[in-house]
């Protein structure tokens, strides 16, 4: 499991997001093909990145602080890690060979959900909807 269900949104916040992404990364940019166009945003698709990039990282950031707050008060015993509290715990590992930063994770995030297809995408959306 990459995430728990815990630090996820109730309002398709997230799903809305990989679905813009999707689109753009998928639209025909014209800037990519007119050299005379290629400083200028002519169908926007710039602000949206811009845009869709910055909520992503404060939906990540939530998600990660969530996160974080949960391993300070987790209880002894058994429990269960997925996948991003692995990460955090190399990440906050000092004694680490890797040292990964808050913006390492926020990447390995974003390309764990986009490296596997819409497929992926589809169930991570439907199951935390």
């Avoid at 996160?67 to 990440?91: C, F, M, N, Q, S």
């Avoid at 390492?104 to 490296?115: C, D, E, G, P, S």
Wanted: avoid cysteine; hydrophobic fraction near 40%.
């Amino acid at each position: 499991m990459v995430m728990s269900k815990r630090g996820m949104d109730e309002d398709g916040e997230l799903g809305q997001m990989i679905a813009d992404i999707t689109e753009i990364t998928g639209s025909f940019n014209l800037s990519d093909y007119v050299w005379l166009l290629k400083t200028l945003d002519v169908q926007g698709l710039g602000r949206r990145v811009k845009d869709t990039r910055l909520k992503w990282d404060l939906v990540i950031e939530r998600i990660l602080e969530e996160h974080d707050e949960a391993r300070k008060h987790k209880k002894t015993g058994h429990v269960v890690k997925d996948l991003l509290d692995i990460i955090l715990d190399i990440g906050q590992d000092e004694s680490s060979e890797i040292k990964l930063t808050r913006e390492n994770v926020k990447a390995f995030i974003l390309v764990t959900f986009f490296w596997h297809g819409n497929f992926v995408l589809e169930n991570f959306v439907r199951a935390y909807n």
